[in-house]
């Protein structure tokens, strides 16, 4: 193929994609900013405002705007920091009288009062129908600079004691009204909880009635609230009602686990005029989890997290045994559990509450810090039945910081490392004292023998509490571990065996371990080699041949009176510290 066809093609295709463009007033982006009041030519901003409005993010492209200030561009110049900005943008030119028409004016920026059309652009509108309304829209293109906004509508919000159906301008006082703000409570009716809208109305009688809207949505989502429900009531009404009165498997008046409120508005009969909405007090309906966040020590103490119902739990007649459960779950790093699955709240009034444990599983690898997520659901209930429809429950964030440990070697004839990695030989013969802790009661002491010219490892015993476990081939080579405490040991006191009898490991309860491998050496001499595992309890705390575990090496040959010794020749520990742990 050509070059000249491929061309060809691209302007066909282009020429062909243009015949069919999107009808406007079906195709536009409405304008939902909860600020968009603000561009009305009735909102005047100071000279040294810091919050002037400018239009130059605006995608290119068919808006619709909704505001109570209204919905229509302005067509003569605005006064001077009008529509919430600096230089306003207004209309030279009259909007479509037909629906379907379109027209294009000229969008003038006005800069002073005496510069109402500094500059300009072509700009787009039409006129159009839906729903038994009529409005405009604009082919609005992005401003040359800040800060310029385009204006739209003439209202202002209605003033303090005064009131319009739209909030805005014309307003008036002449309405019925409240005194004060409603407010919220909960309570039980007919075996269902229900809400209650307590108000006090200044004027009442025959000619007054009030409009009582209910408004439910996500507690972290102020802007994302909808209408549960709405009523018309006489004027010496005090109290409105929000009740469930499904049945399972019908859908309910409103879900829990969010914001509940009511807005009252009263207006006299044959007119209009309302007055200005008064707003209740927010009720969260659902269950308060506290705290949101647990961060926890792999050797921390277990936290309980807090769960409470705000509201009643109410059984049907004949199912006084009913209850309403929570399945717990978790999703994420495997360093933290819950102490069981499900919680069960029984029938009672709202504040009833349960403890949730978490404890971070002690798995003594250092791993890093760990995150995951508890997860809580509310399965579907037949009874009760104001929890079949509860909505999503936030997580619970679950933070672990790993625990440090560290470990000291002892191997071949022997070669010490200790816990801060400092290392030298050890060539002497006896009973030594390889690590004590000073947290705890802790040790492990490690019998040598002489093998050859130098020492090598037999016997190793270790205790934590009152476990005492020992692993010890100094008589026959042959190695045998045994419990050598008098009483039961702890369940996590354990030894393990590998399956050729040459392997063994101590186990306790804090994480600690011994592992005692033992060996043959030119096929004469038998030895082991020793790895000794504290965890952080013990950092800073420990004493013996394995050194000080501080993460400084060069206090690791601290004798038992506190001396510290350096290294004789060939890397021998100096026996002044050495023989002091005999």
């Known amino acids: 193929m050509s070059w000249g066809c491929i061309l060809c093609s691209i302007v066909i295709l282009v020429g062909a994609a243009s015949v069919e463009s999107a009808d406007p007033c079906k195709d536009y982006t409405l304008d939902t900013d909860t600020t968009s009041w603000q561009r009305s030519t009735g909102y005047i901003i100071p000279i040294n405002s810091k919050t002037e409005k400018c239009d130059r993010p605006f995608r290119s492209g068919w808006y619709r705007f909704n505001s109570g200030a209204g919905n229509k561009m302005p067509t003569t110049c605005p006064p001077e920091r009008a529509c919430g900005t600096r230089n306003p943008i207004w209309l030279n030119g009259e909007h479509p009288d037909t629906v379907g028409e379109q ?76 005194n004060g703000d409603p407010q919220i409570s909960v309570d039980v009716h007919n075996k269902r909880m229900r809400f209650k809208c307590k108000f006090d109305p200044k004027d009442k009688g025959a000619e007054v009635r009030h409009e009582v809207i209910w408004y439910g949505g996500p507690p972290e989502a102020e802007l994302d609230r909808k209408v549960l429900a709405r009523g018309d009531y006489n004027g010496d009404t005090t109290e409105a009602y929000l009740q469930n009165t499904n049945r399972y498997g019908e859908k309910p008046t409103f879900c829990l686990n969010q914001n509940i409120y009511c807005e009252v508005r009263s207006y006299y009969v044959g007119k209009e005029q309302f007055g200005f909405k008064r707003k209740s007090n927010e009720y969260y309906a659902g269950l308060i989890i506290d705290p949101k966040e647990v961060v926890l020590g792999e050797n921390a103490k277990p936290v309980n997290v807090n769960i409470k119902s705000t509201v009643p739990i109410v059984c049907q007649d004949g199912t006084e045994n009913c209850h309403v459960q929570l399945e717990v779950g978790q999703s994420g790093a495997k360093d933290s559990f819950v102490d069981y699955c499900t919680l069960k709240f029984k029938p009672g009034p709202k504040g009833r509450s349960l403890d949730l444990q978490v404890v971070a599983k002690r798995d003594f690898v250092d791993d890093g810090d760990q995150q995951m997520k508890i997860k809580l659901f509310v399965p579907d209930h037949v009874d009760p039945v104001d929890w079949n429809c509860y909505k999503n429950i936030s997580d619970i964030n679950v933070k672990t910081r790993d625990v440090t440990t560290a470990r000291c070697k002892s191997t071949g004839d022997p070669h010490l490392t200790t816990f801060d990695g400092y290392y030298y030989n050890h060539f002497q013969v006896g009973d030594y004292v390889f690590v004590k802790s000073e947290a705890r009661k802790f040790e492990v002491h490690v019998r040598t023998f002489r093998c050859h010219t130098v020492s090598c490892n037999c016997g190793v015993a270790a205790r934590e509490g009152d476990d005492v476990l020992v692993v010890d081939m100094c008589r026959d080579n042959v190695p045998r571990a045994r419990y050598a405490s008098t009483v039961q040991p702890q369940k996590e006191t354990t030894i393990e065996r590998s399956q050729n009898g040459k392997v063994f490991v101590l186990n306790f309860p804090s994480g600690a371990y011994v592992r005692f491998e033992a060996k043959k050496w030119f096929g004469r001499w038998h030895y082991a080699n020793i790895v000794i595992q504290v965890p952080s309890d013990d950092f800073e705390k420990t004493k013996g041949l394995c050194g000080t575990w501080d993460r400084i090496k060069n206090n690791d040959l601290t004798a038992k009176d506190g001396n510290i010794y350096g290294l004789k020749s060939r890397r021998i520990g100096d026996p002044r510290f050495t023989e002091s742990w005999k």
């Open 103 to 178: 027209k294009t004016l000229r969008a003038c920026v006005q800069i002073s009062k005496d510069s109402c059309c500094a500059n300009s652009w072509n700009l787009d509108v039409k006129k159009c129908s839906a729903d038994g309304k009529e409005f405009f829209v604009y082919n609005l293109q992005e401003v040359p600079g800040c800060a310029m906004s385009y204006c739209v509508g003439k209202e202002t919000k209605c003033p303090q004691g005064e009131s319009s159906a739209t909030g805005f301008t014309p307003c008036s006082s002449k309405f019925p009204k409240l």
